[in-house]
Every structure is written in C-alpha cells, then in structure tokens.
C-alpha cells in the first residue's frame, strides 16, 4: 500500500560532505527498473509525502528518495554556494550515490531546481542505465519571475511564517538552507544562468512538465527544454 514517508524508512548514504538522509521504496535494483527523486530547492525526503511510493507502485519500479546535503536529516552543505551549484550536484554528488546502490536501468524525477540537475546529470555525467528524465517545474534560465518570487520568499522567511514552517522539516539546517538557496538565486551574477547550451548532450526521453500558475517559472521553460535537449 502507498503510504508518506516517515522515520522507518529513513537510512542514510555517504555524499560529498557527509551523510544523505535516503529512503528505499519497492523492488531491489536487481529485480526492477527505479526511479531516482531529486526534490525542490527547498525540499527534502519527507516533502516529497506519499508521491514517490504512490508513482513507483504505480509503475512497479524501486525508488530512492534522498535530501541533498543540507536539506531535512542530511549532513549540513558548505555556504555561500555558487551560481554552479546545480552542476556540482549533478556532476560530482549524484554519481557517487547511484554507484553506491549499484542502480541498474533507472530514470530521474526531479522538481525545480532537482529537476535542473536532473537534466544536468544526463547532459554531463550520466549513469550507464539511464534510460529518461522527467521534470517538474525545472529551470534551464532564469527568469525575472524566478527571482521576484524568490524575493518575497525572502522577506517571508525573515518575517517568521516561511521559516516555522520549513524548521518542521529541516530542523536545525533551515537557517543555512535557506540562506543557500536564495542567496545563490538572488546573486547578480545569477541573471545570466543558462544551461540551455549544456543540454545537447541529453541522450534519453525527457518528459517535462510545468503548471500554468507557478509563481517561479512559465512555460518558456518547457520551450528552453524542448529546444536545447540532445
């Protein structure tokens, strides 16, 4: 039965800078396809709720879950991050975690900013096996929507309510994270982020999704995927 993350699935996998909080759901990589979760900018394993179980029994795969370094219970991520940051997860922390699972076919699921380096990952360092992306709200440029929506995030978590709410599920990485994430959006240099001349190396199916009212990004995104991907 389908059911929402929660501490007993929870184990944890060595990254880059310490420990990953990570989940298993379904059938062993040896026994069938899995997916592979790559959450939100400001996501974790839990935030994902019930979503990754539901779509892997749907399809009969296996699924990881894992929150990147200094998300939810994961080892705290080295500050400021830079405008490469997307790529240094795509290119030097996600290998390592596949490799160390021993993932056979697979394909990434990734949503905003996961689903950037899901893109990033199969343009640069892909894993044997890999067979499609999907994404969910991905970036491939940033827009003036991107960051106008990012700023008043900012002023909300600064404000009290944004913050209590992400402390429920990051704990004591909330600050750090928070800080991360809309500093390197916010930074100046961050208006000419594009990873469209990157994404010819794409060699798989993407499907690539994106809402009609998301206030981070529109469907120029999807035209960015559609035009630059291998």
């Given at each position: 039965?389908s059911h929402a ?11 880059r800078h310490?420990r ?9 990589p040896g026994?069938?396809p899995?997916?592979v979760?790559l959450h939100d900018?400001?996501?974790?394993l ?7 179980a539901?779509?892997a029994?749907?399809l009969g795969c296996g699924?990881l ?6 998300h ?8 400021p ?7 240094e997860?795509a290119r ?7 490799e160390?699972?021993?993932l056979r076919e697979h394909?990434?699921?990734?949503h905003s900013d996961?689903g950037?380096?899901?893109l990033?990952?199969a343009a640069?360092?892909?894993r ?5 992306v ?5 970036h ?8 106008d ?5 900012r002023a909300?978590?600064?404000a009290?309510p944004?913050?209590?709410r992400?402390?429920?599920h990051?704990g004591?990485?909330t600050?750090?994270l928070?800080?991360?994430w ?10 000419r982020?594009?990873l469209?001349p ?5 060699r798989?199916p ?6 009609a009212?998301?206030e981070y ?10 035009g630059?991907?291998?």
């Open positions: 039965m993350l929660h501490g007993d699935d929870v184990l944890f996998l060595r990254g310490g990953l909080e990570c989940a298993w759901l379904g059938p062993a026994e069938a899995s997916l979760f900018g400001l996501g974790s839990g935030l994902w709720r019930d979503f990754p539901r779509l029994e749907r699924a879950v894992f929150g990147r370094a200094g939810g219970g994961s080892q705290p991520a080295p500050l991050r830079g405008t490469a940051f997307m790529h997860e030097l922390e996600l290998p390592p975690l596949l160390q699972l021993d394909a990434l699921v990734g996961g950037s380096i899901a990033l990952h640069l360092a892909p044997p096996g890999l067979r499609a999907v994404t969910l709200a991905a491939v440029f940033c827009e003036p929507l991107t960051r929506s990012i700023a008043a995030a909300e978590f600064e009290g944004l913050r209590r992400l402390e429920r990051h004591p990485n600050e750090a928070f800080e991360g809309s500093g390197a959006w916010l930074a100046p240099e961050f208006e982020w594009d469209r990157e994404l010819g190396g794409v798989v993407v499907l690539a999704l994106q809402g009212d998301d990004g529109t469907a120029r995104q999807l035209d960015g995927i559609a630059s991907v291998g």
